[in-house]
């Protein structure tokens, strides 16, 4: 009885049979050795080790370690579970030591022996059946004979007096092997179907692992590209620091030389005054009249000539603090700008983007009532309309046009920018071979396009002619397209404050794609930047 309560405690949930070897992973759950080393193995493929109970995954594969007081107590209680089996059902018949029953009678409603069970009564109302404590339950409660038939009525067993003479007298009845034996084709019907459902939960299962792993794949990808691309940018940046410092402190160097320069002249001259001084006051101390007159002419001629070489000198030093101009702070910005504009145009370059200034629509796929700009950078509507060759490739019905590119490999970013207030509007892709004059010829009614749509105050996204309307109605002027064709995905975005993602397509794409827009109502124009 306690093996019974137990037994699911003591199952492997991997087999489903009581535990062999029992061995245990870090987040606590136990395995039949076998078992674990079987799912083990099969993750050994995809590099991803989890634990089968909980799923909790472990960067390598786990070790594995012997649960021996778990080991012990299912030998013990195998063992109980035998004496039980032995010692539990005894023939009623040997009284003076316990022997193991083979059959028990339900007539008598006792356990036999094998040496008993030979010289059993065998008349029919004997009835033998596998050992057992509960005999009484296999006779009816209410006549005390043995349950032989199943009242489909009432759903339950019966004896012979119930059936004939009973509460079940005139019910629809059936013999307990045959009524055992519907009910087994019941339930192995029903098993069938749930095995059926196990498989499609395991199968879905399987598919969300596989889904969660090509995420983990692609977002270690992404994660590698980002931190290469931003310690680019960063080192992109030092190098602009270190220009934009080095041309500063050349600045600062060049005016400090000059400035030593005249500073030194000044010194110098400031030196040769003071000792000219010092001789004319030397002079004004002699007391010989001939010395001083004969000094005072040589004086006099040296303070000319310094009056003289000092205008010029005076006009050599204005000329060069003139010279010295300050740092020009605007050509500085200027040189900033221009390293952070190259940085960006680097950024996208290494994102291995179409740009869209290399992408013009194509006048000859242009409905009539198009006008696209001489540039081929944007298209208009025109009631009017005008005479152009019905070329094959023109749409006829549907005011649209296509680029006249093709993309594939490479990743596309197109922006775009609307002037539209009535009427609609659509931007997306298509393949080449999409129809330019049937009723299916329309921007993502058809199996063939992709767009995203604004109709009024409506915003919609439209593939084969499934059309998913927006909760948010964009109220901003520009837009954008990235196309991943590799990866299967066409996204939109919303360029207002915030940028806004509005929706992405995921498809496997099996043609190149033309960029292709739909405009119609009075004054409306999408300019593509």
């Given amino acids: 009885m306690a093996f019974a309560i137990l037994r699911e405690e003591l199952s492997c949930s991997i087999c489903l049979n009581i535990y062999k070897d029992p061995v245990n992973l870090k987040c606590g759950h136990n395995f039949c050795q076998v078992c674990i080393d079987r799912v083990l193995g099969s993750q050994e493929e995809d590099g991803v080790y989890s634990c089968p109970e909980c799923r909790e995954e472990f960067p390598g594969r786990p070790d594995l370690a012997r649960n021996i007081t778990l080991r012990n107590i299912i030998e013990r209680c195998v063992s109980s579970l035998s004496e039980e089996t032995v010692e539990g059902i005894s023939c009623a018949y040997c009284v003076h ?65 119930c059936c004939l003479a009973g509460e079940h007298k005139g019910h629809k009845v059936e013999q307990l092997t045959e009524a055992s034996n519907k009910k087994k084709e019941t339930l192995k019907l029903i098993l069938t179907k749930m095995l059926a459902k196990r498989a499609d939960i395991e199968l879905r299962v399987q598919t969300l692992q596989e889904r969660r792993r090509e ?8 994660t590698e590209t980002v931190s290469a691309l931003f310690e680019d940018i960063r080192r992109q940046l030092e190098d602009l620091e270190k220009k934009v410092l080095s041309v500063v402190s050349q600045h600062e160097d060049q005016v400090s030389i000059a400035v030593s320069d005249l500073i030194q002249q000044l010194e110098s001259k400031k030196d040769e005054l003071s000792r000219k001084m010092s001789h004319i006051e030397k002079v004004c101390t002699m007391d010989d009249p001939l010395l001083v007159l004969q000094e005072q002419e040589s004086g006099r001629k040296d303070f000319c000539d310094t009056e003289k070489t000092d205008n010029v000198d005076r006009q050599a030093y204005n000329e060069k603090v003139q010279n010295m101009v300050g740092l020009d702070e605007e050509l500085l910005w200027v040189t900033i700008r221009t390293g952070l504009a190259g940085i960006v145009s680097s950024v996208k370059v290494g994102m291995d983007e179409v740009k869209a200034s290399d992408m013009v629509l194509d006048v000859n796929t242009a409905e009539n009532h198009l006008i696209v700009s001489t540039g081929s950078k944007s298209v208009s509507w025109n009631r009017d309309g005008t005479s152009c060759p019905p070329l094959p490739k023109r749409f006829q019905i549907y005011p649209q046009v296509l680029s006249t590119e093709t993309f594939t490999s490479r990743n596309l970013c197109i922006e775009w920018e609307v002037d539209h207030r009535s009427g609609r509007w659509s931007v997306g892709m298509c393949y080449p071979t999409m129809d330019r004059k049937g009723d299916g010829s329309c921007l993502g009614f058809n199996p063939k396009s992709w767009c995203l749509q604004m109709c009024g105050q409506q915003c919609s996204v439209i593939h084969d002619g499934r059309e998913v309307y927006l909760p948010h109605v964009p109220n901003a002027k520009r837009f954008l397209m990235y196309l991943e064709y590799e990866a299967g995905q066409l996204s939109f975005c919303e360029l207002g404050d915030p940028i806004r993602h509005l929706h992405t397509f995921t498809a496997t794409f099996s043609e190149p794609l033309h960029a292709a827009c739909y405009v119609w109502g009075y004054n409306s124009t999408i300019t593509f930047k």
Avoid: F, W
Wanted: proline share 4%.
């Fill in 97 to 161: 030591s316990p022997v193991a029953a083979v059959k028990s009678c339900l007539h008598c409603e006792a356990s036999l022996c094998e040496e008993h069970l030979m010289v059993h009564n065998r008349s029919p109302e004997h009835v033998l059946s596998e050992p057992s404590n509960s005999l009484k339950s296999r006779k009816c409660s209410v006549h005390k004979k043995i349950l032989e038939y199943y009242c489909t009525q009432d759903t339950s067993c019966i004896c012979v007096t």
């Fill in 215 to 222: 995420v983990r794949k692609r977002s270690i990808g992404v």
